[in-house]
């Protein structure tokens, strides 16, 4: 390869850009002070080129022969020189960085420079690794910052930013690292930290690619390597996301068919506290939870049972201030969703009954042997939770063609406030006389139709019977009333959210959705049923204001024991 000496001119001498290290006034100045004091020990290595000889090993050296020579030092005029072959590139490089490896240790700038130079004359990363008694990994690692953008590599070398930045930014695309040069040329922002920085290039959350539950080939974003961390990560959150919340929905069915009567999903947005939970087996209603972190891990808690569940399952065993008497099971349905239920389904059941007399009469003829709510006798005041529901309500078609019914037949009894309730009691039944001479004058026709409507006017709301009417009648809530802002906004049980996005969207698809919030699961679901971005699903009712009325949990749908009638 080389190995003649020869003392060549030092103006016949060149710099190569071959050359790995760049060095400091103050390094050259120290070396030269060591030249004029005991000569030049060891010879360059160089090589002969178009215009002079090219330094390839030695540049700290030539430098400060050169400034003794421009000081007036006449024994630096010609310098030893060990000459090699002017056409091996490689074995050049090679060269240069095993000797200055083997000197002061070069910054990572420098050896990446070296080593792509190396790998572009064709030598792969174990070639590499095997010339300079170093590993692949450290070798891949210093290839890693030629992805790096020009200007982060000028901030480094300028010492603008410090080895870690560097290392992390490797973990950015080209769009992530113009963002946080964007942010670090801005004089009024700053880039986030470095404790920060890994989340911040991953789009917010740092997601190893440890966490999955699927095989990795039918993820189909990008998938980027820390290699000064020794771990992979995912970049693309949606599509992890859509397939690890199908391993979690996978989970779920495998343990519930192993005989977990309750198999139950903590997700990311809330949190597992393993202290409030007692072991327990399957046989004493032992739970399986699946905890599910924000970052993508999955932790599996099988045979738990809550404390108060326990204490619910026996009243003999009490916590500090407890008496140890059971408590009922938290209700599907909160109590202004039950009302507003409740008065939606009412409204459809006595449109109904006010075009079924028959069933009228015999309505009126049951509430008068077995008693009612109402039957004292007064019109069902119809009392909204909020304003909300009373507005909604109000708007109801069905309220409205009840009302066109009861103005009829408030104006065939003669009434003057046509659009007041036709029952109006009296203590002293001063209007009784009155109305049954009214009623005599009518036709028996005429008088079944007011018996529709008086017993419509009277049917209590969130009663068992509204429940059986609307099944005999096949009333089709579906026909008068469609979901309102209203309804998703009071429907906020997280099992029975995720029960209706599996309706309106299908099981398959809703697995995809499994941890999202029942905020994001409800904007769903309105988009399926708007036609938003996805097939539009129509005819859709929730199975709690069908007939006869379904809930979505095992748990019971209100928090109060409803009247029979």
């Known amino acids: 390869m080389h190995r003649d000496l020869y003392h060549i001119p030092l103006a016949d001498l060149r710099l190569s850009k071959l050359n790995v290290r760049r060095h400091g006034a103050r390094e050259i100045d120290s070396l030269a002070a060591s030249i004029a004091a005991l000569g030049l020990i060891q010879p360059l290595l160089v090589r002969d080129g178009c215009d002079g000889f090219e330094i390839v090993a030695g540049q700290r050296r030539y430098l400060a022969v050169k400034k003794l020579n421009a000081d007036g030092s006449p024994e630096t005029d010609t310098v030893p020189c060990v000459v090699m072959d002017a056409s091996d590139d490689a074995a050049a490089l090679e060269s240069s960085l095993a000797e200055n490896i083997a000197r002061l240790p070069m910054d990572e700038m420098d050896q990446f420079e070296a080593f792509a130079a190396l790998k572009k004359n064709g030598l792969d990363e174990a070639d590499i690794a095997a010339h300079f008694a170093i590993s692949e990994q450290i070798v891949k690692r210093r290839l890693a910052i030629a992805g790096l953008h020009p200007d982060i590599r000028r901030l480094y070398r300028a010492g603008d930013i410090d080895a870690k930045t560097l290392h992390l930014l490797t973990l950015a695309t080209k769009d992530r690292q113009k963002a946080w040069l964007a942010l670090h040329r801005d004089p009024e922002q700053a880039p986030p930290p470095a404790w920060q920085l890994k989340a911040w290039l991953l789009g917010g959350v740092e997601i190893s690619t440890k966490t999955a539950l699927f095989d990795e080939t039918l993820y189909q974003g990008g998938i980027v390597s820390d290699l000064f961390g020794e771990d992979r990560y995912f970049t693309d959150p949606d599509e992890f996301w859509r397939l690890q919340n199908a391993g979690i929905a996978e989970d779920v069915e495998r343990?519930?068919?192993?005989?977990?009567?309750?198999?139950?999903?903590?997700?990311?947005?809330?949190?597992?506290?393993?202290?409030?939970?007692?072991?327990?087996?399957?046989?004493?209603?032992?739970?399986?939870?699946?905890?599910?972190?924000?970052?993508?891990?999955?932790?599996?808690?099988?045979?738990?049972?809550?404390?108060?569940?326990?204490?619910?399952?026996?009243?003999?065993?009490?916590?500090?201030?407890?008496?140890?008497?059971?408590?009922?099971?938290?209700?599907?349905?909160?109590?202004?969703?039950?009302?507003?239920?409740?008065?939606?389904?009412?409204?459809?059941?006595?449109?109904?009954?006010?075009?079924?007399?028959?069933?009228?009469?015999?309505?009126?003829?049951?509430?008068?042997?077995?008693?009612?709510?109402?039957?004292?006798?007064?019109?069902?005041?119809?009392?909204?939770?909020?304003?909300?529901?009373?507005?909604?309500?109000?708007?109801?078609?069905?309220?409205?063609?009840?009302?066109?019914?009861?103005?009829a037949a408030a104006a065939k009894l003669g009434n003057r406030d046509v659009d007041g309730a036709i029952v109006d009691q009296h203590n002293d039944g001063a209007r009784t006389a009155d109305i049954f001479?009214?009623?005599?004058?009518?036709?028996?026709?005429?008088?079944?139709?007011?018996?529709?409507?008086?017993?419509?006017?009277?049917?209590?709301?969130?009663?068992?019977?509204?429940?059986?009417?609307?099944?005999?009648?096949?009333?089709?809530?579906?026909?008068?009333?469609?979901?309102?802002?209203?309804?998703?906004?009071?429907?906020?049980?997280?099992?029975?959210?995720?029960?209706?996005?599996?309706?309106?969207?299908?099981?398959?698809?809703?697995?995809?959705?499994?941890?999202?919030?029942?905020?994001?699961?409800?904007?769903?679901?309105?988009?399926?049923?708007?036609?938003?971005?996805?097939?539009?699903?129509?005819?859709?009712?929730?199975?709690?204001?069908?007939?006869?009325?379904?809930?979505?949990?095992?748990?019971?749908?209100?928090?109060?024991?409803?009247?029979?009638?």
């Open 255 to 407: 343990y519930r068919a192993a005989g977990w009567s309750e198999v139950i999903v903590v997700a990311p947005d809330e949190r597992f506290q393993p202290w409030d939970y007692d072991k327990a087996s399957k046989a004493k209603g032992g739970a399986v939870y699946i905890d599910v972190d924000a970052d993508g891990q999955v932790t599996v808690h099988k045979g738990l049972a809550s404390r108060r569940c326990v204490r619910m399952s026996n009243p003999t065993v009490a916590g500090d201030g407890d008496t140890g008497a059971a408590h009922p099971a938290r209700a599907e349905l909160s109590a202004p969703l039950a009302n507003y239920i409740d008065l939606v389904r009412h409204s459809a059941v006595r449109l109904a009954v006010a075009d079924a007399p028959g069933v009228a009469l015999r309505l009126m003829l049951a509430h008068i042997i077995g008693g009612g709510l109402w039957w004292q006798v007064v019109p069902e005041p119809q009392h909204p939770a909020t304003t909300m529901i009373g507005d909604v309500i109000a708007a109801l078609p069905t309220e409205a063609a009840f009302r066109e019914r009861r103005q």
């Open 437 to 565: 001479a009214r009623l005599t004058e009518l036709s028996d026709a005429d008088v079944m139709g007011l018996v529709g409507i008086v017993m419509a006017e009277t049917l209590a709301a969130g009663t068992n019977l509204i429940d059986t009417l609307g099944a005999s009648l096949k009333v089709d809530i579906g026909q008068h009333w469609t979901p309102d802002d209203t309804f998703f906004a009071l429907v906020k049980d997280r099992e029975a959210v995720s029960a209706m996005l599996s309706e309106v969207i299908g099981a398959s698809a809703a697995k995809s959705y499994l941890t999202e919030t029942g905020t994001k699961k409800k904007a769903v679901i309105r988009k399926a049923l708007a036609g938003e971005g996805r097939t539009k699903v129509k005819g859709w009712t929730p199975r709690i204001l069908t007939f006869p009325q379904r809930g979505y949990t095992q748990r019971p749908l209100t928090a109060h024991v409803r009247p029979a009638a």
